[in-house]
């Protein structure tokens, strides 16, 4: 009788391909997104994902990364003004923008500090112009209200859903016990 480790074509644990050096990652395509030269999407060669990055600005020293940052404000206002990307897009770019870390301060290294800064920076100017022109207070508090509707109706259909899951247990129960009983009853006879 053979074991394991005298059947044919067994390879000891040192041969095995577990062992050997894993293979060589596929090289990727690093395309760009909506043609925005600051936002970069990874693809395998075949076109399957692999990431996104929507603030993928070189690492530059502060002073040189406010100009990109400013670059990328200027590309990202001409995307959306022509309607190339989506708000909700913008909004992911933003995001990214102010994940950064903060750069040390008293050091100038490559980072992306200065860009993300720059990028913040006209954000905060924008609103603060949309808060001095537009009626802003009035959509702002539109949308307040419309989430609190929105709490509302949840709340009910919540409550609607569990006095509908309470009675279909209190049915299934009832239909249980009618059966243990028509089940003794006929037991008894």
């Not at 760009?32 to 020293?61: M, Y």
């Not at 802003?136 to 929105?150: F, T």
């Amino acid at each position: 009788m053979q074991t394991r480790h005298q059947s044919a074509g067994y390879l000891p644990l040192s041969a095995s391909k577990a062992n050997t050096a894993p293979e060589k990652p596929p090289k990727c395509v690093v395309r760009q997104h909506a043609g925005l030269s600051f936002w970069t999407i990874t693809e395998t060669p075949r076109g399957r994902w692999v990431s996104s990055n929507p603030f993928d600005v070189p690492l530059e020293s502060y002073g040189d990364g406010w100009r990109t940052g400013y670059a990328v404000a200027l590309e990202l206002t001409n995307a959306l003004r022509s309607q190339v990307l989506s708000p909700s897009a913008a909004a992911e770019v933003i995001e990214a923008a102010f994940a950064v870390p903060r750069g040390l301060p008293g050091t100038d290294t490559p980072s992306r500090h200065g860009a993300a800064c720059a990028l913040r920076s006209v954000v905060s100017t924008v609103l603060a112009s949309a808060a001095s022109v537009l009626m802003i207070e009035d959509y702002i508090k539109a949308q307040i209200a419309d989430w609190e509707r929105g709490d509302v109706f949840l709340a009910a259909y919540a409550a609607q859903a569990k006095a509908a899951t309470v009675e279909r247990m209190r049915l299934a129960r009832a239909a249980k016990s009618a059966k243990a009983a028509k089940r003794n009853e006929g037991g008894a006879s």
